[in-house]
């Protein structure tokens, strides 16, 4: 194994498995064949043909479309289509920035593969000029990689909040980091990828941030999300990113990008190209 | 003017003036039809069709391919086909860390279209907590980009050197920065585009390094590729590579790019998504 082996699991495609799911014409997202025919059972909200779920024509407006969706989407659950439901709102939108034309909550939107965001922090320590992380294990109980190694913070990223904001109230819940603290925190780019296997079409944009975290500064969980952190070498992080699948795979590519940013993965590499290429791997915005 | 607009202009493409440049029967590069054209004047080391160039059958190994394709370029290079001519040997291959299957002149290697590689180099001063960085403005000498602004140091990647060696050369030869100080520069990722327009066809991956400098460094140019340097404000950057085309094209992706592994600009920017994902826009490698 390796570590593009990590970024080349982000980058599994079957579209076979999938149909286009299109809002107002437009298509945003991937619904697994199995769960597009259980839709057809609600041709008031659905219009279900072999090729694409699309929303029927009377969903005229984004409350329209998010409560009828919705109200499918409460029954389904109760059905155990999305075991991972949160009650957290996410905005399906033909862009980051652009007006959402429904909200899903979270699970709903994993399995309508649409695409989400969500800010993910590294948390690093500087000890006689050399660079360490703090590094999470999962809670058990966590819907989404349970047990899995992680960055300090991370989380997705809700309607109604904006990503900093999201990123603070993340530090607070997650990790216990002061806002003052958290305010430091410094966006570094994003990285992204959609991954369709099984029953998921996972398509996400990852927004890093750096945070420079005092030597003294012990974090502490205060959601029950994790399970402990360790102070980790940056060495010792690549060394289990290539040679093990105990971090959730997405925190991986942004893990990745830490290690490129700060010299530990180098052009000596040889899969240094193809690394920095993959830390993008989704389509662009705005395409199909 | 916009960022984003830097990023757009290294992604135009017109492959419809261009006919695929195969050696050994992989495209590796794209020589425009007037060129094209006259490589058939040389039937015993081009095969030349309306699609694409090709090696004469004979050209079996990278020592003749050179030889042979070399003697056609200095004759070429008299007739005026390469004017910002180095001598300077650049490797033609399908990957980076593969074999070269031939060596090709700086210029005639960017006037076939095949992949050239460079080092770029971020010369960072941190004052009173503020980050500041050297701008270098090019000799009106530069067969490329003469008068334009640059990072403190950058260069294209012949045979025969490694990287690092390489950056460290041009660090002393432009900039006048001691190899012990060189070497402290850290590889902070890589970048990549390609851009056919006009008769040429760019297709390069800039390795990108920072380096933190003492605040009483000084560059100096030693080779008479610079006229000047000069501090400056992140800030100024970013607004000089939005509202202004003074940077060459390329260095502009570089400097993008340290910019949002900085924070300069970040999430809250409306094209801060087609940005992240436009600094590699470049097919992946070993593609066609």
Known sequence: MSLLDRIRYCQERDTARFRRFLVTGRPLGWIAQELGERLRGFPGVFAVSSEAVQLADGLDSAERRTRAVGDVMLRLREEGW???????????????????????????????????????????????????????RRSLSKPVGPGKLDQIVGGGQPVGIGLRDNLIKECAEEASIPAALARQARPV???????QAGDLCDDEVLFNYDLLLPPDFAPLNADGEVAGFELWPLARVKAVLAESDEFLFDVALSLIDFLVRHGVIGPSDPDYIAICEGLWSAPPEGAA
Chains 1, 2 share one sequence.
């Open 82 to 136: 999305f075991p991972g439901w949160r009650g957290e709102a996410f905005a399906v939108a033909p862009s980051f920035h652009a007006a959402p034309l429904l909200q899903l909550e979270r699970a709903a939107a994993r399995a309508f593969g649409v695409r989400c965001y969500c800010v993910q922090l590294n948390g690093i320590v500087e000890r006689d000029g050399e660079l360490q992380t703090w590094i999470a």
């Open 189 to 195: 780019g994003a990285v992204a990828y959609r991954r």
